[in-house]
């Protein structure tokens, strides 16, 4: 199985569907996007790498939360024109908050045409897309924890009486 088809089972395996919240998961991709930005300006490669490959992540999981096919999704991004990565970057910006301004207001489309360019602008970053795609997946694949008021909260953040 590709990474792709990886992230997108786990997300199902931990039922998104009836745990994640649209809303929670689209503040989820502002903070790995903020963590993005910290790497980036740090001149931090792994943090950047890790980090692309979260945002990554986060996009698959909001897809099939609008019930979008995100193979699609990931196709179609191969098209986004290329820019430089500073362009990428405001872009990719501008991309995740109207899709965090558009869920539950606009049409389906234009929060699917956001996360299509989020993608493309991820792989204008200058750094091998796949490569911190499958890093992310490494990092979370084993992961357990329980959706609570709607984010995924890692088992060894669980409050004690809610452990797994």
């Known amino acids: 199985m590709n990474t792709l088809e ?11 569907e009836n745990g994640g919240r ?3 998961q689209s503040l989820k991709l502002s903070e790995e996007f903020g963590e993005l ?10 943090v950047t790498k890790d980090s692309i490959g979260d945002c990554a992540v986060v996009i698959v999981g909001l897809a099939l939360h ?3 096919d995100v193979n699609q999704i990931f196709e179609e991004s191969d098209s986004i024109r290329k820019k430089d990565v500073m362009e990428s970057f405001i872009s990719l910006n501008a991309n995740i908050s109207e899709f965090q301004l558009s869920q539950g207001f606009a ?3 234009l929060c699917r045409h956001n996360l299509v360019r989020c993608i493309g602008y991820l792989k ?3 750094y091998d897309f796949d490569e911190c795609f499958e890093l ?11 959706w ?4 995924f909260v890692k088992e060894e953040d669980l409050p004690d009486d809610s452990k797994i």
Do not use: H, M, P, T
Request: net charge positive; charged share 45%.
């Open 6 to 16: 990886n992230v997108k089972k786990w997300f199902i395996d931990r039922d998104l």
């Open 136 to 146: 992310a997946y490494q990092e979370i694949k084993d992961r357990k924890g329980r």
């Open 107 to 109: 049409s389906k489309e």
């Open 22 to 24: 649209l809303d929670k």
């Open 148 to 151: 609570i008021d709607g984010s």
């Open 124 to 126: 204008n970053l200058g």
């Open 66 to 68: 609008i019930k979008e």
């Open 37 to 46: 930005c910290a790497g980036y300006l740090k001149k931090n490669e792994k």
